[in-house]
């Protein structure tokens, strides 16, 4: 497969990206470049290769689920920069 001219300016289209003449041939290069490495990757014997469902060997760290006594609602108040009695005062957003 290859990249040609119209295909970049199609994609580039769709993207909604204004490309000059020089960003054109320079993402031409780049793309062309991506595939030639996919088809080499294609040429790769993996018959008997487990796929990868993590990139490392790290596992995540589970912990139990479980409901606990964690913060009071005061304590958690105490620190705000701005509160009323019982909640969080923050700036308005939406008009």
Do not use: C
């Not at 580039?12 to 990757?41: G, T």
């Not at 469902?53 to 409901?67: F, G, I, L, P, Y």
């Amino acid at each position: 497969m290859i990249i040609d001219k119209e295909a970049i300016e199609k994609i580039a289209h769709l993207a909604r990206l204004e490309m000059d003449e020089k960003s054109e041939e320079k993402m031409l290069k780049s793309m062309n470049e991506i595939v030639e490495w996919v088809a080499k990757l294609e040429e790769v014997d993996t018959e008997g290769v487990a796929p990868l469902t993590h990139m490392t060997q790290e596992q995540s760290v589970w912990r139990e689920d479980k409901a606990e006594y964690t913060l009071s609602h005061e304590d958690a108040l105490k620190n705000a920069p701005k509160k009323d009695a019982d909640f969080f005062r923050v700036p308005k957003v939406l008009d």
